[in-house]
């Protein structure tokens, strides 16, 4: 006669599920903490315990099934918690990491939660690997210098001028992008109090010869009318 091992009593195996998602969530989370991001410690574990929380009582409730319905409510609400650490400065984007961290510290708990600790194991140590051992090879490609021509991006070009010079001055930077070959995609006018306004042309071009849009926007600035002329690149995803 073959015995087959006890099940364990639910409360039991909820907390092995939590304990897990804490321990697990700890880890990611002091990762973050250690390197001073916007959702720390405490936000990694609440995460990876809440989402093995609602997974392990969607299994108590209604199995398997109940269990794959409240994982994907975890993943479309993790993805609004993410989106609250996400900052732009400027044309700079902060806290792409930190979110896809509370995004992977969910899938984490959700592991747990469905009573598979290994899997729950392999998925933190990955994060983690994400996270720190990339980092060195982050940080020589970003040493390397970066060719404008190469990379896909957006680019502005922007010339400042008074209110009343908006109409000519849009005319003029548009007619000088397209004689250097770069088409224009829209151009927004954005005020900049009572004494001038900032006329903003945004290329079709996803990559340039920096060297070109050097010589129109000096080019522009010598004109009449133009107070400053510059332009700038924002990287795409």
Not at 47 to 65: Q, S
Not at 114 to 127: I, N, Q
Not at 221 to 235: E, L, N
Request: charged share 15%; with cysteine.
């Amino acid at each position: 006669m073959v015995l087959l091992p006890t099940p364990l009593p639910e409360p039991v195996n909820s907390a092995i599920s939590l304990v897990v998602a804490f321990v697990l969530g700890t880890l990611i989370g002091a990762e973050r903490q250690y390197r001073q991001r916007t959702a720390g410690l405490r936000t990694a574990v609440l995460v990876a315990v809440g989402a093995a929380a609602f997974v392990d009582l969607g299994m108590r409730l209604t199995g398997a099934e109940g269990a794959t319905r409240t994982v994907a409510y975890v993943i479309s609400g993790i993805g609004f918690l993410g989106a609250g650490v996400i900052m732009k400065e400027g044309m700079n984007v902060r806290g792409l990491n930190t979110a896809a961290t509370l995004w992977c510290s969910a899938a984490v708990g959700a592991f747990a939660g469905a009573d598979l600790p290994l899997e729950a194991l392999f998925v933190a140590v990955a994060v983690l690997a994400c996270n720190t051992l990339l980092r060195p090879l982050v940080n020589a490609i970003n040493r390397f210098p970066i060719d404008e021509s190469a990379t896909e991006a957006t680019y502005e070009v922007q010339v400042t001028t008074a209110p009343g010079a908006a109409g000519p001055a849009q005319d003029m930077l548009v007619e000088r992008l397209e004689a250097a070959g770069y088409p224009v995609g829209g151009v927004a006018v954005e005020e900049r109090g009572d004494a001038a306004v900032d006329v903003v042309a945004t290329l079709i071009a996803s990559a340039v010869a920096a060297k070109d849009l050097d010589a129109v926007v000096a080019a522009l600035a010598t004109q009449p009318g133009i107070r400053h002329a510059t332009w700038a690149v924002q990287t795409g995803d």
